[in-house]
C-alpha cells in the first residue's frame, strides 16, 4: 500500500471533471486501498480521487469513529435531496481552513461497491455533507468555491504564501489524532 500525495488548492488539477469508472478490477481495488491509507494517515473522513491526482469517479469514506467503517463509493450519483443543513467543513486540498457550508440535509445515493454491485443508500448528517463533498470534488468543486469571493482569496494567498515558504500544510501535527471534522 502507498500514501498518495494530496492536491492542495489551488491546483488547476482540482478542477478537472472525473469520467465514469468502466470497470471495477484488482487495480482499481488497489488504487482504493492506496486511497483508505492515505485518508486515514491524514487523518480525514472522506477522500476523492480527484484530491490524489487520478480523474476518475470514485470516493472513499470513513465518518465512524473509530475509523472502522469504511465504504466505497463507484461512480455515485445522488438520486434524491432533501432539507438544508449547515455544517463547517474541512478539505484535505485545503489544509487548516474550516468554514459554514450548506448541503441537502439527507439524500438518497447510487453507486457501485468495491465488487462492481450496485447499491442505494439513504444518508444525513455527517455521511451526508461528506458524500456531497466528495462527489463536488469529482466535478471539480471544492467548499470555497461556496464562500464569497473575498473568503476564496484569503484563503487562496494563505496556501500557496505557505507553499512559497514550503510549509506542507498548516495543521498541527503535534495534535494527530482525531480526523478534520
Ligand atoms: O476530513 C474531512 N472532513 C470533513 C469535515 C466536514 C465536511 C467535509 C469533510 S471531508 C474532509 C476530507 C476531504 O477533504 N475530503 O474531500
Ligand atoms: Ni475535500
Redesign the pocket.
Known amino acids: 500500500m502507498a500514501i498518495l500525495d494530496i492536491l492542495h488548492f489551488p491546483d488547476p488539477r482540482l478542477r478537472q471533471r472525473a469520467l465514469e469508472v468502466e470497470r471495477v478490477d484488482a487495480s482499481l481495488r488497489a488504487l482504493i486501498d492506496d486511497m483508505f491509507a492515505t485518508m486515514y494517515q491524514a487523518p480525514?473522513?472522506?477522500?476523492?480521487a480527484t484530491?490524489v491526482n487520478v480523474h476518475q469517479r470514485l470516493l472513499v469514506i470513513d465518518v465512524s469513529k473509530d475509523q472502522d467503517q469504511p465504504q466505497v463509493f463507484i461512480n455515485p450519483e445522488i438520486l434524491a435531496r432533501e432539507g438544508v443543513e449547515e455544517?463547517?467543513?474541512?478539505?484535505?486540498?485545503v489544509p487548516g481552513f474550516y468554514e459554514r457550508v450548506q448541503r441537502a440535509e439527507r439524500i438518497t445515493v447510487r453507486a457501485l461497491n468495491r465488487d462492481g454491485e450496485a447499491f442505494e443508500l439513504e444518508a444525513d448528517g455527517l455521511l451526508a455533507?461528506?458524500i456531497q463533498?466528495?462527489i463536488d470534488?469529482l466535478d471539480g468543486k471544492l467548499f470555497v468555491d461556496y464562500l464569497s469571493q473575498l473568503k476564496r482569496q484569503r484563503i487562496r494567498k494563505k496556501l500557496e504564501k505557505q507553499r512559497r515558504l514550503g510549509i506542507e500544510d498548516n495543521v498541527d501535527h503535534d495534535r494527530h489524532a482525531e480526523?478534520?471534522?
Not at 480525514?44 to 476523492?48: R, V
Not at 455544517?87 to 486540498?93: A, F, I, N, Q, Y
Open positions: 480525514g473522513i472522506g477522500l476523492a484530491q455544517m463547517d467543513e474541512g478539505c484535505l486540498s455533507v461528506c463533498h466528495e470534488h480526523p478534520v471534522i
